[in-house]
């Protein structure tokens, strides 16, 4: 089975993060990326599918020269070759866009499954997955907690509210959503940190890919951010004095008061 | 002179860091309170190629720089120091010697389970007598037939009961003073040998260290590495390696204490404002970030010259070591200090951090050992 995994690079969940001068995206210079989170597991699971049969594992990727990082990462832990759409004209994108030259990527590979992660840990739209299976004329699965190989397709188990599960059957090829959780993801050996450096990294533009370059990237885009704010600060809460007894009283009252729990 | 680490070293500290803090970090408190061996994390280890860092591909293992093996050792030992002294040993004073000194049967035999990771092993140089002063050497071998049989007592091993290879010090020739020294590859299940009760000790509490006793231990003439009266050249190279690496263990450590040092110093308030803005924390941590990163330095140094040249790296490794060792004493030091009554609990990270640091200016050769060597060196030229 031929498999693509899309991956992204995202702010370090950890990292401190200040809103840009025009408000429109954070100042992403001097934070540290790692790949997201999701990602890892979809990795992980075309890296499974791979090893019980047999293939390859394409890792791909849209992003500035920075985002060159994360498919390091996915070639070390044991994707076979990669492909970063670090052109300019792919950058700044909204999902749309991105989807676009992801999707003109993907045809390339003609793959049997596409991986996704179930949302980016950035902007959280969970959107670019969906809009690319429609761009590819492939069915979709969103929120995958387990993908099984079936004499026609895949059978994927889709998370719901409160430990539910949808179970879907899907024609190959198609494109997968997957949930943190499904697998437990591998770290990169240090083999695989060595046999990175000698695995394909390709880097095509529009041109290559036959795509117009005002379709993609910012230009490409139909969503655009204008106002990015912090949240404000929780007022701080109410701290009770007095004797232990009063305290306990007063404390009652309010919790009566305000959530009905007594 | 470059000093950033390659794409790869950097891919791989991201990749032992991550290692680190997922896979060791979670009961790195339990395991120092109940004394308890991290077997399957150090399995895991093994998995990723940490046990076999620095012996090339051929022999199972990952075929490092010494520049990547100081780097993850550092990673390591931010997190779990216990964890990185027994890599440490295994790497440096086990593998190591077996591939530079050993014969094709003796690798293929011990040399690649070690470097694949899936066992551990130790070194067994020191003797009640025979610390600092390691040539006073009383363990004796005896060719008998086609065995030696040894005799004596080693203490202090590191890896003892979890480790299923040694490499045995011991006096061949008691008549030729220095020349009569040889080295062995002994394993655990040869008849004579035992493992004494494990120590009590102060830190590194999830590292296993116990006696080792030779009671006409039976081993073949095929185990003897290298030549017979090789000297002291064995242990003292693979000592190099493993200074390299207590000097690395060392940065590991003070970071770790450092960071939680910063942290709580951004978190605590005294009269008004967090601790990090008194002057008098400031400054200590302003003098514990320079003294990791001087540490850190000296230690990439060293591992870099032994890259170049592995006879040569004596006198560099030695600073490294005693620079990098005294180093993570005062770090840890300072670090209880800016924690104030919290840093004297169980609680806090700091004080297994201060546990642990103590070992590092002591084993695989004493502070003072460490400025023999370099005032040696020095005063030669
Ligand atoms: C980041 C994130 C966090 C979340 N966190 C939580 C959480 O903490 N707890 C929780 O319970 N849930 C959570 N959710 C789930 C969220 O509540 C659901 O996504 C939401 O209820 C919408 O359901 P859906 O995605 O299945 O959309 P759908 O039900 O598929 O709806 C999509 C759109 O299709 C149209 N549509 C659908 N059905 C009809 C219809 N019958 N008639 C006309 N139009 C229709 C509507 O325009 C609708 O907006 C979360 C979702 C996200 C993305
Ligand atoms: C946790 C731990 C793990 C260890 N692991 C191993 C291991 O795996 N394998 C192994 O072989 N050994 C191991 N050791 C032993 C360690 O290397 C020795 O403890 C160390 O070399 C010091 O020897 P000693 O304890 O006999 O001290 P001594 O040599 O008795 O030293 C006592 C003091 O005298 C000083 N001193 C000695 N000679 C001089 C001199 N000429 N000039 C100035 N000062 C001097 C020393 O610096 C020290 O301060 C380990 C020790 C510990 C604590």
């Known amino acids: 089975m031929k498999i693509v995994v899309c991956v992204k690079q995202v702010p370090d969940s950890d990292a401190a993060l200040a809103v840009n001068a025009d408000r429109t995206w954070i100042v992403d210079s001097g934070i540290n990326f ?24 394409v890792a791909v990727s849209l992003g500035p020269a920075r985002a060159a990082q994360v498919l390091k990462t996915c070639l070390a832990t044991g994707a076979d070759r990669a492909i970063h759409l670090k052109d300019e004209a792919f950058q700044g994108g909204d999902p749309w866009a991105n989807a676009q030259a992801l999707a003109a990527a993907i045809r390339t590979v003609e793959p049997d499954l596409v991986l996704c992660g179930f949302q980016a840990n950035d902007d ?26 079936t004499d026609t397709g895949v059978r994927v188990a889709r998370e719901l509210e409160a430990d539910r599960r949808e179970v879907v059957d899907l024609p190959l090829p198609a494109v997968i959503t997957v949930q943190t959780g499904i697998n437990e993801p591998r770290y990169a050996s240090i083999k695989g940190i060595m046999a990175a450096k000698r695995k394909e990294m390709k880097t095509p533009g529009p041109a290559d890919l036959g795509i117009d370059p005002s379709q993609v990237g910012a230009a490409g885009s139909r969503l655009r951010f204008f106002d990015l704010a912090v949240p404000p600060k929780k007022e701080g809460g109410e701290v009770l004095t007095g004797s232990t007894e009063e305290i306990a009283v007063a404390l009652v009252k309010r919790i009566r008061e305000n959530t009905g729990v007594l | 002179m470059d000093f950033r680490l390659n794409d790869e070293q950097e891919m791989l500290r991201q990749m032992v860091a991550d290692f680190a803090d997922q896979v060791l970090a979670p009961e790195v408190m339990k395991r120092d309170r109940e004394g308890s061996f991290p077997h399957a994390e150090i399995a895991h280890a093994g998995e990723l190629g940490l046990l076999g860092m620095i012996v090339p591909e051929e022999w199972g293992g990952s075929g490092l720089d010494t520049v990547s093996y100081a780097v993850a050792l550092m990673e390591i030992a931010r997190v779990c120091p216990s964890s990185a002294v027994t890599l440490s040993v295994s790497n440096s004073v086990c593998a190591y010697p077996i591939w530079r000194f050993g014969n094709k049967e003796q690798k293929e035999r011990y040399l690649r389970p070690l470097a694949s990771g899936k066992i551990i092993g130790g070194f067994c140089l020191t003797e009640p007598q025979a610390g600092s002063d390691a040539t006073n050497q009383k363990t004796r071998a005896v060719r008998q037939g086609d065995h030696y049989v040894l005799n004596g007592t080693k203490v202090w091993v590191t890896n003892a009961h979890v480790g299923k290879v040694f ?15 040889s080295a062995f590859i002994v394993t655990p299940d040869m008849p004579g040998f035992s493992f004494s009760i494990k120590e009590e000790k102060m830190g590194l509490r999830a590292s296993c260290t116990s006696s080792v006793v030779l009671d006409d231990c039976q081993v073949p003439v095929a185990n003897l590495l290298g030549k017979e009266g090789d000297g002291m050249r064995i242990p003292l190279n693979a000592l190099d390696g493993g200074r390299i690496g207590i000097a690395a263990q060392s940065v590991g450590i003070a970071t770790g204490a450092y960071e939680e040092a910063v942290k709580y110093a951004r978190e605590r ?3 008004g404002k967090p601790i990090a803005q008194h002057q008098a924390i400031a400054f200590q941590i302003a003098d514990c970030a320079t003294e990791i990163d001087a540490a850190r ?38 670090a209880v200090q800016i924690h104030g009554g919290y840093g004297y609990s169980r609680d806090y990270p700091v004080e297994r951090f201060y546990r642990d640091a103590r070992v590092t200016s002591l084993y695989e050769g004493t502070s003072e050992v460490q400025r023999i060597v370099i005032s040696r060196a020095v005063l030669a030229g």
């Open chain 2, 269 to 271: 308030t005294a009269f």
């Open chain 1, 34 to 57: 790692e790949l997201n989170p999701y990602d890892r597991y979809a990795l992980e699971e075309a890296l499974r599918i791979k090893e019980a049969g047999e293939g390859e594992v």
């Open chain 2, 167 to 181: 490499i045995v010090i011991a006096v061949t020739d008691p008549q030729a003073a220095r020349g009569g020294i």
């Open chain 2, 297 to 334: 330095l000296l230690t990439l140094r060293a591992a870099s010259r032994r890259d170049e040249d592995h006879d040569g790296v004596g006198p560099e490794a030695a600073m490294a070591k005693l620079y990098a060792s005294e180093m993570c004493n005062r770090v840890a030091y300072k």
């Open chain 1, 124 to 149: 959280t739209l969970a959107q670019t997955p969906v809009l690319l299976a429609e761009m590819l004329g492939m069915p979709h699965a969103t929120g995958a907690m387990k993908i099984e190989k």
